[in-house]
């Protein structure tokens, strides 16, 4: 989707807490918990986490090494199917294309727009990360630098760069799903949010109280952005079915 141009800071803080809204209008209408399922796509493997209340799991999926083009695709897509139907999730996060990327492009456009297909049909708003948010979220430069600062600020050790990246997408997502929780239930104004930034208001919740400035500021910018998009998602209570 084409990137939102906005007019200045004011209409984008009028835009933030005009999708905080939306995207907790969304996750409302699954549960009121805050399961979250990060997806770092891949044609060769793609990266999962599933952030639950009391439980986080990483993994990775793989297509059969007798695998041959779109069958690939395919395998992936059942992998993301057997994670809607294994859990409940209310929201899910997956990383967005690298427009700029020479080699492979078509191939992972592909891969992503089953993707969408599969939790547009179940129902499952979706959050748009772009690349290298993963990285600036954590302030690392590399993919094995990123696993060294997932253990140390989040304390597990993953060992996969794939699985590392899809927990980042989820630790995103799980944050932007309470800060709009925070700002829509708090009958915050657009107004307001020069302070709530500035003073760290969002930090009075336990789940944000350790959130850096940055990565706050992060957060703002993917919500106002990109939290308009999660009711195309989310604009029916039960699946579509297919009729072929």
């Known amino acids: ?52 209340e009391d439980k986080t799991e990483v ?16 395998e992936i897509e059942q992998g993301v199917l057997n994670s809607l139907e294994k859990t409940d999730y209310p929201f899910c996060g997956m990383e967005g294309y690298a427009y700029g990327k020479k080699w492979g492009r078509e191939r992972l456009g592909e891969l992503g727009g089953v993707i969408k297909r599969t939790l547009f049909l179940h129902k499952t708003p979706l959050l748009i990360i772009a690349p290298l948010t993963g990285k600036s979220w954590v302030k690392a430069k590399s993919k094995s630098q990123t696993m060294l600062e997932i253990l140390d600020r989040f304390k597990i050790k ?22 709009s929780k925070h700002v829509a239930e708090g009958g915050y104004l657009s107004k307001d949010m020069l302070n709530y930034f500035k003073k760290e208001e969002y930090k009075e919740i336990p789940e944000l109280s350790s959130l850096f400035k940055y990565q706050a500021n992060s957060l703002f910018n993917l919500i106002a952005g990109h939290g308009d998009e999660v009711l195309f998602f989310a604009n029916k209570k039960k699946p579509i079915k297919l009729k072929y």
């Open 158 to 179: 993953i060992s996969n760069e794939d699985a590392a990246d899809a927990f980042i997408i989820a630790d995103i997502v799980l944050r932007s799903l309470y800060i």
């Open 59 to 74: 993994w990775v999926k793989q297509p059969s090494r007798f695998s041959t083009g779109f069958a690939k695709v395919m």
């Open 1 to 52: 989707m084409p990137k939102i141009k906005f007019k200045g800071i004011a209409d984008k803080r009028k835009a933030f807490v005009r999708n905080c809204k939306k995207i907790n209008k969304a996750r409302l209408r699954y549960c009121n918990e805050f399961n979250v399922l990060g997806i770092d796509p891949s044609i060769s493997s793609s990266g999962f986490c599933s952030r639950l």
